[in-house]
């Protein structure tokens, strides 16, 4: 098993180990954290997640975020090894459990390129490298000319040291229960 294997397995055992009550201080912790940054930061248009295997819940906040003006949209896995496709979601349409047992849009007949996303983490490093699950969708996500600007979101247990690869990108922030931005 690779390193990063061996990493990624110990922090999805531990962030699946976390009491019902302490994930929930910590999502909306995070959740808060991401508002007040946004606040300062904003973005027309941003990439969200629907939560699972544990990742923060911060759908509580998508329908601030909607009330704001905000774009949201939610990725779809077009096709194995393939970037994602981001489509426009508002809190309350319709989801549907995707071929990745991901809650992904009914409609999908516009794709939105999102100014901001915000990207689960398994796990990140302090050269604010994310940890995924192995699968490169962000990783080919944002190889492009002009990628959107990134935001990891991840519980701060999960800082760890790993080395990036080389088709690696850098997230610009991470937002924690515990700090905003980076040391």
Known sequence: MSEKSHLRKSLLAARKALAPEE???RDRAIGERLLAWLEANPAASIGAYWPHQGEPDLTSIYPKLAARGVQLALPVVPQRHAPLKFYPWRPGDVLVIDAHNVMAPVERERIIHPELL??????????????????????????????????????????????????????????????????
């Open 23 to 25: 994930r929930a201080w």
């Open 118 to 183: 915000l990207l689960p983490c398994v796990g990140f490093n302090a050269q604010r490298y994310r940890l995924g699950y192995g699968g490169g969708y962000y990783d080919r996500t944002l190889a492009v000319e002009r990628p959107p600007r990134t935001v990891g979101i991840a519980d701060a247990m999960c800082e760890a040291a790993f080395e990036a690869d080389a088709h690696d990108i850098p997230m610009d922030w991470v937002v924690t229960e515990l700090v905003t931005g980076f040391r």
